[in-house]
């Protein structure tokens, strides 16, 4: 069974890569094509992912889930993807086929919603589900390293102007789309022969609906700030650039905390189908202390160094940016609770009508409060409603596990939250007559980094201390002055 200390760091790769595009291409593209060009794209996005949400109907998640259950049989294995391909080769081609008959003719700009569309002929190829579940995230990890390096040579090499949206979207989209291809060519060795008499569709229909519906309101709700602020402020797209930049920003920090998320849904559904609650609440509790010990600093962090950030990073007209990004820092903490009492037990423990009401209510509450909100405040009644919203879905997971966890175990990170607010006042203090350069902000980051880690480590913290007498030994192999 594969390390998941190792699985987490390819995991962790994968993801991060996933949104290197967006993000190590921002400044650059934020000065040419411009905050409504950017507006643009990212509206036109959010909805493309609406069908491709219902082209998906569930499969991600619960392929991963079956997958893993089923690991140590190979033809039952081996059913489950034939199975599982099938049907969302039906689904994804119907979802296509409405996208490209109604958006492509009927929208505002169906250039774009057409070029974008290249994302949905991508999905239907996704099988990252199939990896996830074996708990092989080293294929995905090279191949995601590879194909966004091509992508993002691209973006440089070709978009010159703010007539070049088209070109962005191209290297964009066929990035996912050659990624998601290249996953199938190690499959053979993987697979053994089924029957075709022996697969049985339906079987999964009723689970695989049970899954979609949180996922429906899961990514209802992410998407439909950037959708609701197009809508509720007439197509005002820099209001779009303005929270999505933000978003895009803290995601980047919600990636290493959530990255842990898919691989402890395959290590769970085994040790759950193994009926070994113990372990498992073991797992779910060491990861409430990997979640805060990284979650509490980055908040901090982000709030400190918001104000240089922002100018240097976007470029001028991006000042909305810095309340944004200041506001929605806190995510990465809420979103890492909910990430493990959803993603990482309720899923795997098959709880899904809890999973599924704890994510019907984020929604409720996120629509209702992007309603109230936006037409007064912008971006920022978006940022608002979002904050409000997951905090509401990772409260009443608590509330649906209270006979298993409880809020309680938060305080396993009161240190951390400790050392996270003296390190921010720090390095907020130091800002101060720094100016709003990269290397101010690079100075402010490091003096965060030592800061923080120092007062744990004179505060004994028993888990950094653990993950450390765990790692070190591995480096001393690798690099001749620490034997």
Request: charge should be positive; include cysteine; charged fraction near 15%.
């Amino acid at each position: 069974m594969a390390s998941l200390r190792k699985n987490y760091v390819y995991s962790l790769l994968s993801q991060l890569l996933v949104i290197l595009l967006p993000v190590v291409t921002t400044p650059y593209l934020s000065r040419v094509l411009g905050e409504n060009n950017l507006g643009i794209y990212d509206y036109i996005l959010s909805i493309v992912n609406y069908f491709i949400l219902f082209g998906c109907i569930g499969l991600n998640l619960y392929g991963q889930r079956e997958i893993a259950a089923s690991h140590d049989d190979p033809v039952k294995k081996s059913a489950i993807f034939y199975e599982l391909m099938m049907i969302r080769t039906i689904t994804m081609s119907v979802s296509l086929l409405i996208y490209y008959l109604v958006l492509t003719h009927f929208a505002d700009q169906p250039r774009y919603y057409a070029l974008l569309g290249i994302e949905l002929v991508a999905a239907l190829f996704d099988i990252s589900w199939f990896y996830q579940g074996n708990e092989d995230f080293r294929m995905q990890s090279i191949r995601t390293i590879v194909v966004r390096s091509v992508s993002i040579a691209c973006v440089f090499i070709f978009v010159k102007c703010e007539e070049d949206l088209d070109k962005f979207i191209l290297c964009y989209a066929l990035a996912i789309l050659i990624g998601n291809l290249s996953l199938w060519f190690p499959l053979k060795g993987m697979l053994v022969g089924v029957s075709p008499r022996s697969l049985n569709l339906k079987r999964h229909i009723l689970p695989v609906l049970i899954m979609f519906l949180p996922q429906i309101a899961t990514n209802v709700y992410t998407q439909l700030d950037k959708t609701m602020i197009g809508w509720l402020t007439n197509h005002e797209y820099a209001q779009v650039t303005y929270y999505s930049q933000a978003e895009k920003i803290v995601k980047i920090a919600m990636t290493v905390i959530t990255a842990i998320g898919g691989i402890m849904l395959s290590r769970m559904a085994m040790v759950i189908s193994d009926k070994d609650e113990e372990k498992a609440k073991a797992y779910i509790r060491k990861s409430f202390c990997f979640m805060m010990l990284l979650a509490f600093p980055m908040m901090a962090g982000f709030a400190a160094v918001a104000e240089d950030f922002v100018p240097w990073f976007f470029g001028p007209g991006y000042d909305a940016v810095i309340p944004c990004l200041v506001l929605l820092s806190p995510l990465v903490f809420i979103i890492g609770v909910s990430n493990i009492l959803g993603t990482q037990y309720l899923v795997p423990s098959k709880r899904m009508r809890q999973y599924t009401l704890s994510i019907v209510f984020g929604m409720v509450t996120n629509c209702v409060g992007n309603a109230l909100l936006i037409p007064r405040f912008r971006s920022i009644g978006a940022v608002i409603a979002t904050l409000i919203a997951e905090t509401v879905v990772s409260v009443s997971q608590f509330i649906f596990l209270r006979d298993t966890f409880t809020p309680a175990v938060l305080l396993q990170g009161k240190k951390y939250f400790f050392a996270a607010a003296l390190m921010g006042a720090a390095v907020y203090a130091v800002s101060l007559p720094l100016p709003g350069t990269i290397y101010a902000t690079a100075i402010e980051a490091g003096a965060g980094v030592l800061i923080y880690f120092g007062l744990l480590l004179l505060m004994r913290d028993a888990f950094l201390l653990e993950q450390i007498r765990s790692v070190l030994p591995k480096l001393k192999q690798h690099i001749p002055f620490l034997k």
